[in-house]
Nanobody
């Protein structure tokens, strides 16, 4: 069973940067290789739903961003290290949330959390004004 472990969260002032990492380990589903997966980042603020932030295909590196983070966040993957990274710049208090890494094997809607079936424990990001 594939496992995802996030790291890199913390407290930062508005305008600052953080770099989140998601370490991928364990076995893929059946005979599917890692390049069939899409990796996503979601976030959940207190009292709110878990929202899509960004996603990237493991194979071709296609990426997708929520409008709220476009131009500020960058997603990347390192095949050799089995990690997915979310570089967050120009952080705003509205970015405060628990950030979750997720993996999807099948699906067509990048931003749909229902299509992601493997989740990490989350890492807290707090942006002070």
């Amino acid at each position: 069973q594939m496992q995802l472990v996030e790291s890199g969260g913390g407290l930062v002032q508005a305008g600052g940067s953080l770099r989140l990492s998601c370490a991928v380990s364990g076995r893929t589903f059946r005979s599917y290789t890692m390049d069939r997966y899409t990796m996503g980042w979601f976030r959940q603020a207190p009292g709110k739903e878990r929202d899509f932030v960004s996603a990237i295909t493991w194979s071709g590196g296609r990426s997708y961003y929520a409008d709220s983070v476009k131009g500020r966040f960058t997603i990347s993957r390192d095949n050799a290290k089995n990690t997915v990274t979310l570089q967050m710049n120009s952080l705003e208090p509205g970015d405060t949330a628990v950030y979750y890494c997720a993996a999807r094997l099948f699906g067509s809607r990048w931003s749909s959390r229902d299509e992601y079936d493997i989740w990490g424990q989350g890492t807290q990001v707090t942006v002070s004004s």
